[in-house]
């Protein structure tokens, strides 16, 4: 009896342990994607708020209209480029070529290239000049990283990663599970032998 109660509590502070090891453990290589990808959305959403501020003008000052609906496209497009860090099932499912990394990283090149673009009169507007150019070389940064990761396969690395990041989080959720079950047949044979008793 005192074998089985000795027995019982070394293998709760080991569930305890497995648990712990597995749930605390935060994958380096899968923190710094993350944060690289936060950062590429940010570069996007300044491409955008760019993008938007040039087609004002264009159409407000009536420069070039042509103009205005170009960067009304650079507007669709560099939102996409932020819908596809998220990493969305949704987006990723209609367009393939973002999942990998070579394609993720050539649209954000191309939005870039679209961003840096301007007509003559931007010229005479430093402030939004000076703006697009930091958006777009940023975003052109980030792109060919992400091209140069995709041709060294390092997005299928990141995909293994996550998998197994993911079977982590289901064994600690599996682990749980069976001690509340556990718990739960405890109680009940605490019951049984409490009527068994009486």
């Not at 994607?33 to 040039?54: D, E, K, Y």
């Not at 989080?169 to 556990?182: G, S, T």
Request: one cysteine or more; glycine letters at 4%.
């Amino acid at each position: 009896m005192e074998r089985a109660e000795a027995n019982e509590e070394t293998a709760e502070p080991s569930g305890e342990a497995i648990r712990s090891r597995l749930s605390n453990r935060a994958d380096p290589f899968l923190v710094v994607c993350r944060c690289f990808s936060f950062v590429t959305s940010l570069v996007a959403i300044l491409c955008v708020v760019v993008n938007v501020l040039a087609a004002i003008r264009s159409f407000r000052d009536s420069h070039d209209i042509f103009d205005g609906i170009f960067r009304c496209y650079a507007v669709l497009i560099a939102c996409f480029v932020v819908l596809a860090e998220t990493e969305w099932g949704f987006i990723l499912k209609f367009s393939k070529v973002l999942e990998y990394w070579a394609g993720r990283g050539m649209l954000q090149i191309f939005v870039a290239v679209m961003t840096r673009a301007f007509p003559d009169y931007m010229t005479q507007k430093k402030d939004l000049l000076l703006l697009q150019n930091i958006a777009s070389y940023m975003l052109l940064a980030c792109g060919l990283v992400y091209f140069i990761s995709g041709i060294l396969c390092i997005g299928f690395l990141k995909r293994a990663r996550q998998k197994k990041e993911i079977s982590k989080e289901q064994a600690v959720k599996d682990l749980e599970e069976i001690d509340r079950r556990r718990e739960e047949l405890e109680q009940l044979l605490v019951e049984h032998r409490s009527i068994d008793d009486v």
